[in-house]
């Protein structure tokens, strides 16, 4: 068990805790033995009951109770759907998956002080696990951040610091300060994704003990991508599906590397040009993990869908119509499903499950906003 240097293929020991290798690339993670059904601890009701998967060995990990989100069937333009609850999650967002494993892992290999960039949920997410497992920790988020994030941010007790310019700015800037403060973004560090991958054994067992054909979920830097790969290939390793399920990525048309790349068949970054999107968490322009992300979707049979600002309101309304208030991140993969079922990629008879990744209670002044809302007087 070891990371891998992205570039010269180069292992490192775990013992040693690192965000990229001495190529100055990132770093992943060599494979993981996962688990069998037998090995699952169903007396945990957390993501910690696939222990026996994660090659983090910690006899006490920093949880609060993260994961084992629902799993909930509602209709979605006339295909019945799973939709993957993970805005269930303690602080509102399925970055807790990556940041109970990251933090866990980080905090047993003696990392005390920790920086993160974000544009919101995952400096949330990573204030609440270093509040919870005493570490100290500084959190960049561009001038735009919604401020109820920021908030939440430095409730926890995080060091917050504003940055002007666009979200890769707010990356920039931590690479530079990363020379002062050990960088735990879960963008870099692949224990994040270790995390994520929680979510395809979670979603196995709740289908009992089988893999859907299609998961489409919102793609901002890809850890869900990473982490269902990881997951279910772990899964059909050990014998426990016969199959992977098709993988569908949705970006904001507004800022959509990942598609422009996909589209151009290469899994390198293609320049694109940027705006901004209401889909404030998945507006990275340049992701770490170009190859990671984009070859598992094309494997799979899967795609990366782009959709537009119109389409995400849409979706957000009818989501919070059938009562999934989410923010309109969450809402962008629902209007890639969208995309999708009118164009017959997915169909009614197939298993699909949409993972919805974030609380609209996190951006309620916005969303009342995009939806015109209001009460009416009495």
């Known amino acids: 068990m070891h990371y891998v240097d992205s570039i010269t293929g180069a292992n490192y020991p775990l013992a040693e805790p690192r965000w990229r290798?001495?190529?100055?690339?990132?770093?992943?993670?060599?494979?993981?033995?996962?688990?069998?059904?037998?090995?699952?601890?169903?007396s945990l009701r957390s993501l910690w009951r696939y222990r026996r998967a994660l090659l983090v060995d910690v006899a006490d990990a920093v949880t609060l109770g993260e994961?084992?989100?629902?799993?909930?069937?509602?209709?979605?333009?006339g295909v019945p759907v799973g939709m993957k609850l993970d805005f269930m999650m303690p602080?509102?967002?399925?970055?807790?998956?990556?940041?109970?494993?990251?933090?866990?892992?980080?905090?047993?290999?003696?990392?005390?002080?920790?920086?993160?960039?974000?544009?919101?949920?995952?400096?949330?997410s990573l204030s609440a696990y270093c509040a919870a497992a005493d570490m100290r920790c500084r959190i960049l988020v561009p001038e735009t951040?919604?401020?109820?994030?920021?908030?939440q941010i430095a409730a926890c007790g995080a060091d917050v610091v504003t940055i002007g310019g666009s979200r890769q700015d707010v990356a920039e800037a931590a690479l530079a300060m990363s020379r002062e403060i050990f960088y735990a973004s879960h963008n870099w560090q692949p224990f994040f994704a270790e995390g994520t991958k929680t979510l395809a054994y979670e979603v196995w067992e709740q289908l009992g003990f089988r893999a859907p054909d299609n998961v489409v979920m919102p793609v901002g830097y890809g850890a869900?991508?990473?982490?269902?790969?990881?997951?279910?290939?772990?899964?059909?390793c050990n014998g426990e599906i016969a199959c992977l399920?098709?993988?569908?990525?949705?970006?904001?048309?507004?800022?959509?590397?990942?598609?422009?790349?996909?589209?151009?068949?290469?899994?390198h970054y293609v320049p694109v040009p940027v705006s901004a999107t209401i889909a404030e968490g998945i507006a990275s322009s340049k992701p770490t993990r170009m190859r990671e992300v984009l070859a598992p979707v094309r494997a799979s049979g899967g795609e990366i869908v782009a959709v537009t600002e119109d389409e995400i309101v849409r979706a957000l309304g009818a989501l919070a119509r059938k009562g999934f208030y989410v923010e309109p991140t969450s809402a962008a993969a629902a209007a890639g499903l969208s995309q999708l079922?009118?164009?017959?990629?997915?169909?009614?008879g197939e298993t699909t499950v949409l993972v919805l990744t974030g609380s609209g209670l996190k951006a309620s002044e916005t969303i009342g906003q995009l939806l015109k809302l209001g009460a009416r007087s009495g």
């Not at 079922?341 to 009614?348: D, N, P, Q, T, V």
Request: with cysteine.
């Open 21 to 42: 290798g001495d190529s100055g690339g990132h770093v992943n993670l060599g494979e993981a033995p996962g688990l069998r059904r037998g090995q699952v601890d169903v």
């Open 145 to 151: 951040a919604s401020p109820p994030k920021i908030a």
């Open 67 to 77: 994961g084992w989100t629902p799993l909930v069937t509602a209709d979605w333009d």
């Open 341 to 348: 079922i009118a164009r017959g990629a997915i169909r009614k």
């Open 91 to 124: 602080t509102g967002s399925f970055k807790d998956r990556g940041m109970t494993v990251m933090v866990s892992y980080l905090r047993s290999r003696g990392i005390s002080s920790v920086l993160e960039d974000s544009s919101g949920n995952a400096g949330a």
């Open 224 to 236: 869900n991508v990473l982490g269902c790969d990881r997951g279910f290939s772990e899964l059909l």
């Open 245 to 267: 399920p098709r993988l569908f990525g949705v970006q904001a048309a507004n800022c959509a590397p990942y598609h422009a790349a996909f589209r151009a068949g290469v899994e």
